[in-house]
């Protein structure tokens, strides 16, 4: 089965894995998230304050009474909807740009709105504050407050500004009436706010909470998958990731038509290493080794991973057999340049290297590289040891594409 196309990378001992697992989201990540869950929120509140204001005004008889305060409000709600809903639109563009100047610009126009909706409720208690429209708009924005506390509690910048601006104006124009009823509903008004603050805090705990396990969970999953891929004791990633990147790969070259080389690396008389100096030591040599052929790779596209043993193997994608014998030199070099001391004794180390090179097509067993490769490095090792031996059917020609 041929692996997806990977989506988020690694490191791990310098080296860039791919990784299927979802990268964890960073804290800048999580607040953006945030914002955006706040607009979606309130994506279709926005429109009921000028509704709302329009129900109100004409069956109350504000229309008829005061039609300028009527119908100046209702374009003045509506305007700000439409900037909001605009804002809203663009909001998740601005933040990868603008990041602070969209927040900012966020925060302001709700509260405006809110501010708006809070004043507009105090010109009604100021006015008229016996009759009915009075007491609709307090009931409305009373209701406004509690829905936003649902909605807005999530936002720490708008969770307690939110319905403060909205409460204000309102309290303010009922001081100015000095009547006993006016005092009572001032009263619960201030009662209610400590409320929403306290329960939009709790709203606040919920989300973030749930965003932090999601965040936990995610890390989780990626530092299994990472574990599962990577090699514990040389640090380069793993035969399952080989076959995983190298399936990738050749489905990859088959649609592009590009070539593929691969190296066999084997340390040159390990098992002699082993039981002369002790395992311990013969894990020593590996890292040691695998650090080597790491700096010997000249992308950071081409990977080095351990395939059994003493073994490693090398892919390196879009590389031809001339390219790939500088590669492979390179590795030698690198080898034979490693300084391992035992028991006050220098230990040298070389390796065999057997390298093959093809461009891929649909019809071609992917295992034949592999195979070719393995080939190469029996008679490297066959062959005197610490060197290089190359095949390259790079220039095979593929059947025709009507074929496949």
Known sequence: MIPPAPNSQDETGGLRLTLQSQRPASDDELAIRCLLDTAER?????????AMWMIVALF?????????????????????????????????????????LAEQTFKIMTLAIAAYWGTLTGICIYLAPTEGIAWIMLTLTVAFCAGGNTLFGINA???????????????????????????IMMGMEVVLTLYLRRSSGIVQKDYWDARLAQRLSAQQARELELASLTDGLTQVPNRMYFDRQYAYEWA?????????????????????VNDTH?????????????????????????FVSRYGGEEFVVLLAETDAAGARVVAQRMLDQVRSIQLMHQGQPVRLTCSIGLSTTIPYPTKDAASLIHEADQALYRAKHGGRDQAVITDSSNEVPPARARW
């Open 42 to 50: 309130t994506a279709l509140g926005i429109w009921i304050y000028p």
């Open 60 to 100: 109350s008889g504000a229309a008829q009474r005061w039609p300028l305060l009527t119908w100046g409000n209702v374009g003045g709600l509506l305007l700000m909807a439409v900037v909001r809903a605009h804002l809203n639109q663009n909001l998740a563009r601005q933040l990868q740009t603008r990041r602070q």
């Open 157 to 183: 910048a708008l969770r307690f500004p939110y319905p403060l601006a909205m409460i204000i104006p309102v309290v303010i124009a009922q001081a100015l009436q000095h009547t006993p009823d006016q005092k």
């Open 252 to 272: 990859r070259q088959c649609r592009h038509g590009g070539p593929v080389s691969l190296m066999m690396v084997d340390i040159d008389h390990f098992k002699q």
């Open 278 to 302: 002790g395992h311990p030591f013969g894990d020593t040599c590996l890292k040691e080794v695998a650090i080597a052929l790491r700096a010997g790779c000249g992308r950071s596209t081409d």
